[in-house]
């Protein structure tokens, strides 16, 4: 079985996300631990994907807009 998600896709653009030192604000904002620091980098957490409740508190935080969140039942 895969461990990503199914129905949500959570990706972080690394050329724009300005890294955990400087930021770290989607590590800090969601309530379940979508995003986990991976050196000074944001790391999407697959397996908590389907726990993610669309709150976009993430892209809100985002300053440098590098959150894409994707419904993919939509798609
Ligand atoms: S909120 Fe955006 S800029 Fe800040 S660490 Fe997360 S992805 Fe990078
Ligand atoms: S939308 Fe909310 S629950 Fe989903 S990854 Fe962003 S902060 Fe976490």
């Not at 995003?35 to 790391?43: E, H, I, L, S």
């Amino acid at each position: 079985m895969s461990s990503a998600s199914e129905f949500i896709r959570v990706d972080v653009n690394m050329t724009t996300c300005v890294g955990i030192a400087r930021c770290g604000g989607c590590v800090r904002v969601c309530p379940v631990s979508i995003f986990q620091k991976n050196g000074d980098a944001p790391a999407v957490v697959e397996k908590n994907l389907d726990e993610c409740i669309l709150c976009e508190l993430c892209i809100q935080t985002c300053k440098p807009e590098a959150i894409t969140i994707r419904k993919l039942y939509e798609a």
